[in-house]
């Protein structure tokens, strides 16, 4: 298979992280972590628009709110707040705070999150200062609207990672820090998770330097595609073997996040970082084309 790798004009994000393709607008949502900045890459125009969120530090994810077409969930700290945004103007604005987790635990903030088919929110924290990669300190929660936030799990590492099959009924998560993808049983009426096992484990790869696994998704024959932070590559993986199908690599090394997109869904972006001084082109967004696949558009959150 020959795939194409591309970068996005003007994509840089220090931490680029959270893409999420809206198919309303045909554009490809993500965030730059660190520094509060959201970003919307406007496929027509092949151009990208960023805004400062006033008043934040973090923008861990960005998720468009069902008919709200100016408003997004936004992970701000231990927050998931509401932004007001255009998509143009180069600064955002926060209307309301959603919910808050661990608001005791000040080192720790909200990482991924991603909405399932049906609209509810998954998404969990994680420990940001000393070494991150061997802290226990994150968990995993659901919300949706009306309700409260429910913990999934507890004593998780880094919570990254988020995808669903509806048709197999799965839900697929990673903890950067197991180097491991598990699967749970996945309801997709209520939203609950049970019985997770290892689908695949990413030390078997290089057993000398594990990998980190980060962000996730899947494409419509079941395979996931898990972007690891170390590798330089994105992993196509089938599930249910643990095999992995195809290594797509990546001109730099922090691979962040991956999401479908563009008119047919079937272009693969992908989010890359620049920590502790990376080279050139680190921190670029990329689309590869050519794979032969296609995923499933982001779904909007429901409040």
């Known amino acids: 298979m020959s795939y194409k790798v591309e970068a996005l004009p003007d994509s840089y994000a220090g931490l680029g992280e959270g893409p999420h393709w809206d198919v309303a607008r045909q554009s490809l949502y993500y965030v730059d972590l660190e520094v509060g900045v959201i970003h919307r890459y406007d496929y027509k125009q092949n151009k990208v628009y960023k805004a400062q969120i006033q008043g934040e530090e973090f923008a861990s994810f960005i998720l468009p709110i069902e008919n709200r077409p100016q408003e997004f969930a936004v992970g701000c700290n231990r927050r998931c707040v509401v932004v007001q945004w255009d998509g143009v103007a180069p600064v955002a604005k926060v209307l309301r705070t959603l919910f808050e987790v661990q608001p005791g635990l000040v080192d720790n903030r909200i990482n991924d999150a991603k909405?399932?088919?049906?609209?509810?929110?998954?998404?969990?924290?994680?420990?940001?200062t000393g070494d991150i990669f061997t802290q226990f300190k994150g968990e995993l929660y659901d919300w949706q609207?009306?309700?409260?936030?429910?913990?999934?799990?507890?004593?998780?590492?880094?919570?990254?990672?988020?995808?669903?099959?509806?048709?197999?009924?799965?839900?697929?998560?990673?903890?950067?820090?197991?180097?491991?993808?598990?699967?749970?049983?996945?309801?997709?009426?209520?939203?609950?998770?049970?019985?997770?096992?290892?689908?695949?484990?990413?030390r078997k790869i290089r057993p000398n330097t594990p990998l980190y696994p980060d962000g996730m998704t899947i494409d419509t024959e079941g395979n996931i595609y898990v972007a690891t932070f170390n590798g330089g590559s994105v992993f196509k993986v089938n599930p249910s073997s643990g095999k992995i199908l195809l290594e797509i690599k990546i001109p730099t090394t922090q691979i962040t996040s991956v999401a479908f997109g563009g008119p047919q869904?079937?272009?693969?972006?992908?989010?890359?970082?620049?920590?502790?001084?990376?080279?050139?082109?680190?921190?670029?967004t990329y689309k590869v084309t050519g794979l032969n696949a296609k995923g499933y558009p982001g779904v909007p959150l429901k409040v």
């Not at 909405?115 to 998404?123: I, K, L, Q, S």
């Not at 869904?265 to 050139?280: C, H, R, S």
């Open 115 to 128: 909405t399932d088919p049906r609209g509810r929110f998954y998404g969990g924290t994680m420990c940001c």
């Open 145 to 202: 609207a009306g309700g409260q936030v429910r913990k999934i799990k507890g004593e998780v590492g880094i919570s990254n990672g988020l995808a669903w099959d509806e048709k197999a009924k799965k839900f697929y998560f990673i903890d950067t820090n197991t180097h491991e993808v598990h699967a749970y049983d996945y309801n997709v009426e209520t939203g609950a998770v049970a019985n997770p096992k290892v689908v695949f484990d990413l």
């Open 265 to 284: 869904l079937d272009i693969l972006y992908v989010t890359t970082a620049n920590k502790f001084d990376q080279p050139v082109p680190a921190g670029t």
